[in-house]
T-cell receptor, first 111, second 115 residues
Framework: QKEVEQNSGPLSVPEGAIASLNCTYS??????FFWYRQYSGKSPELIMS????GDKEDGRFTAQLNKASQYVSLLIRDSQPSDSATYLC???????????FGSGTRLSIRP | NAGVTQTPKFQVLKTGQSMTLQCAQD?????MYWYRQDPGMGLRLIYY???????DKGEVPNGYNVSRLNKREFSLRLESAAPSQTSVYFC??????????????FGPGTRLTVL
């Protein structure tokens, strides 16, 4: 089992709909979780960080964390073509004392 | 502020050649990192420096060396390049106040091809 797992996609969502991206992790003791967005040929940039169970909202983005089930998700409301990118989940694994990135989910917003 | 800068942006090497990738940050961050990104593999940590004067191995350190020259600069050296080291290399930095759990800021990347 990979330490941080994401569905590679591509995930195709119509413009204006909600895009839902999921990530699972192996270390139950992990406490810090991050979502990065990466446009093709560019570097990753942070969208959201979440540390507590529940939801955290920032504009059109909502991060959801469920430590009991060991998953973290990212919802993008009112999806726009500019949201088309690869989304990387990152988890600070307490067992390894370092941040591990998932392989990313490619999201495509169709007009 | 330029943030995190990397040089060069592109590089082609022949097998066995050596080179150094340079990284600098102007955010007064304590921690710096080197990653490689291969298709379908996500970002893999090569080496990191939690603070000036310290370096530690990451997930894939073999074939690489690093130097934390000062608080601003963190270089990655390939002593004898191999085709398996063809990749995109990203440098990142973070405040480092929370034991490497804080937000990382990435440079623009270096695309390296080893023939």
């Amino acid at each position: 089992q990979k330490e941080v797992e994401q569905n590679s996609g591509p995930l195709s969502v119509p413009e204006g709909a909600i895009a839902s991206l999921n990530c699972t992790y192996s270390d139950r003791g992990s406490q810090s979780f991050f979502w990065y967005r990466q446009y093709s040929g560019k570097s990753p940039e942070l969208i959201m960080s979440i540390y507590s169970n529940g939801d955290k909202e920032d504009g059109r983005f909502t991060a959801q964390l469920n430590k009991a089930s060991q998953y973290v998700s990212l919802l993008i409301r009112d999806s726009q073509p500019s949201d088309s990118a690869t989304y990387l989940c990152a988890v600070f694994l307490s067992s390894a004392s370092k941040i591990i990135f998932g392989s990313g989910t490619r999201l495509s917003i169709r007009p | 502020n330029a943030g995190v800068t990397q040089t060069p942006k592109f590089q082609v090497l022949k097998t066995g050649q050596s080179m150094t990738l340079q990284c600098a940050q102007d955010m007064n961050h304590n921690s710096m990192y080197w990653y490689r990104q291969d298709p379908g593999m996500g970002l893999r940590l090569i080496y990191y420096s939690a603070s000036e004067g310290t370096t530690d191995k990451g997930e894939v350190p073999n074939g690489y060396n690093v130097s934390r020259l000062n608080k601003r600069e963190f270089s990655l050296r390939l002593e004898s390049a191999a085709p398996s080291q063809t990749s995109v290399y990203f440098c990142a930095s973070s405040e480092g106040l929370a034991g490497n759990t804080d937000t990382q800021y990435f440079g623009p990347g270096t695309r390296l091809t080893v023939l």
